[in-house]
């Protein structure tokens, strides 16, 4: 298994990584951080996530409300900053709850598109992805698990070609807000799905992950494919419109 040295960013590599696909589980990555305090910026993740490979393809997955019109918003700026968006209408069970279960599409678009890629990159801690996992390296191609620790399955881990903690690069993939503000008065990714199960709590702590999560390497600017400054200007900098929720 590669290990990535968070101390001073040197990572060591076992080959190649080719063309990347990235696959985030929107409502697993966003209780995940909230959990560890953190407020995700998706430029900064989707770049450290790169490395030094060639993007082949960045998905998010999410399920979504119709009437919330920051949702929308935010999944608009994903949009045309290089994330192709798959979405699911939240449905609302008998006991009041509202949720949208992605976790077959994920599987799906990974097994579907292996050997259009060399190296998948799933952003989850969902041990229900462990056999898509293995299906996906049986085929050839490398899999990497994106998470915290504390919060993935070690069954996940287990199964993947290299494991990469977000908890030990927090600062390389966090948004940065004004001095002062509480983490309650931000906006927040939306998702009124509940929380996955509780942190998986492992006995033996491995050592540090794994993986070409590199910050020293230039890539062009992720999500150039604004065409006007109007609509650039009405969704503000990418550092500037994160994590949104509709209110209620």
């Given at each position: 298994m590669n290990h990535?040295?968070?101390?001073?960013?040197?990572?060591l590599q076992f080959g190649h990584r080719g063309k990347v696909a990235?696959?985030?589980?929107?409502?697993?990555?966003?209780?995940?951080?909230?959990?560890?305090?953190?407020?995700?910026?998706?430029?900064?993740?989707?770049r450290v996530l790169l490395g030094d490979g060639r993007l082949f393809r960045a998905f998010f997955y999410t399920g979504v409300d119709a009437g919330a019109e920051r949702q929308q918003g935010f999944l608009l700026w994903m949009r045309r900053n290089g994330f192709r968006v798959v979405q699911k209408e939240l449905k609302t069970f008998y006991d009041g709850s509202r949720k949208a279960n992605l976790d077959v599409e994920i599987a799906v678009d990974m097994l579907s598109l292996a050997g259009r890629y060399d190296t998948a990159v799933l952003v989850s801690g969902d041990e229900d992805f462990v056999y898509a996992v293995n299906a996906v390296a049986y085929k050839g191609c490398r899999v990497e698990i994106v998470g915290f620790r504390s919060n993935t399955a070690p069954k996940l881990i287990d199964v993947a070609d290299c494991f990469i903690d977000l908890g030990e690069i927090a600062d390389k993939v966090r948004k940065e807000f004004p001095h002062g503000l509480r983490y309650e008065d931000r906006d927040l990714h939306v998702s009124q799905q509940p929380p996955p199960p509780a942190p998986f709590i492992s006995p033996v702590v491995m050592e540090s992950s794994c993986g070409p999560a590199r910050t020293d390497v230039f890539h062009p600017p992720i999500g150039s494919i604004l065409e006007t400054e109007t609509d650039a200007d009405q969704f503000g900098p990418a550092s500037d419109f994160i994590r949104v929720t509709d209110d209620q």
């Open positions: 990535f040295d968070s101390s001073n960013n040197i990572s990235i696959f985030i589980d929107g409502n697993n990555l966003f209780h995940a951080a909230r959990f560890h305090n953190i407020d995700i910026d998706y430029n900064k993740l989707l």
